[in-house]
């Protein structure tokens, strides 16, 4: 059964994605009822089973809007994959953003967690030779804290497809820009945005996460309750 403070109704974007299925899939574990919100043309991987399979494009207004009806919750697992296209980045990680949000508003839905990246914002960076996509990260960020809705910025360091040992894995939190590099599984993401639905505290705030099998055990509540005396912190 969900926690007390679980919505009935998660919505997750991007759950064609690598993160995004791994977020529904924990989701349904953690008892939520789940509306995956897919691309019109992208497989559906292994991991949706159980949740509601919706179709659309992220700037169909009216078709996110109504997907978006009930819902308690989102996370934003969306992100432009390197490709030629270079404005790939400038339509997912930033105009995607702003459609989302315009819905969320429209659909009554207060509470969404984003999942951005390490280093969002940063001009000097390989990554941006994909498009300045650290740039127009950083851009759907801002967009996301001014919207004012209940939101939580994830920013995790570089995504591993490995689930080999996760429960030796530890976690280090912090706030903006505190952290360079460094990895951690997808499934951890997942896990992690889940936790900040879960957790009040999280609102207002962007989080950096990695993980080592070097860090002691560590949970975001942990986290949030040694940096409670501490202004949500921003970039």
């Not at 007390?4 to 349904?28: D, H, Y």
């Not at 978006?68 to 990680?93: F, K, N």
């Not at 939190?173 to 952290?179: E, I, L, M, R």
Request: hydrophobic letters at 40%; aromatic letters at 4%; charged letters at 20%.
């Amino acid at each position: 059964m969900p926690f007390p403070s679980t919505p009935a109704l998660l919505a997750v974007t991007g759950a064609s994605g690598k993160t995004g299925w791994r977020v529904v899939q924990e989701a349904r574990r953690r008892g939520y009822s789940v509306r995956a919100i897919l691309r019109p043309g992208s497989n559906v991987p292994e991991g949706l089973e159980g949740a509601e399979l919706i179709r659309l494009e992220l700037s169909d207004q009216s078709a996110l809007q109504q997907a978006l009806a009930g819902v308690e919750a989102l996370v934003i697992a969306t992100g432009a994959r390197p490709s030629i296209d270079l404005t790939g980045p400038l339509q997912v990680d930033a105009l995607a953003i702003r459609s989302q949000i315009a819905a969320c508003r429209a659909a009554g839905v207060k509470r969404v967690v984003l999942v951005s990246s390490l280093c969002s914002g940063r001009l000097f960076h390989p990554l941006n030779l994909f498009g300045l996509i650290l740039i127009w990260k950083r851009v759907g960020e801002r967009w996301l804290e001014s919207s004012g809705l209940d939101w939580t910025v994830i920013r995790p360091g570089g995504l591993r497809e490995s689930e080999e040992g996760l429960e030796r894995e530890g976690l280090r939190f912090s706030g903006p820009d505190q952290q360079e590099s460094n990895s951690i599984p997808r499934r951890l993401v997942a896990r992690v945005c889940l936790d900040a639905v879960e957790a009040p505290a999280s609102i207002g705030r962007l989080i950096e996460i990695t993980s080592s099998q070097d860090l002691p055990p560590s949970s975001l509540a942990q986290w949030l309750e040694g940096a409670a005396g501490a202004s949500p912190a921003r970039a």
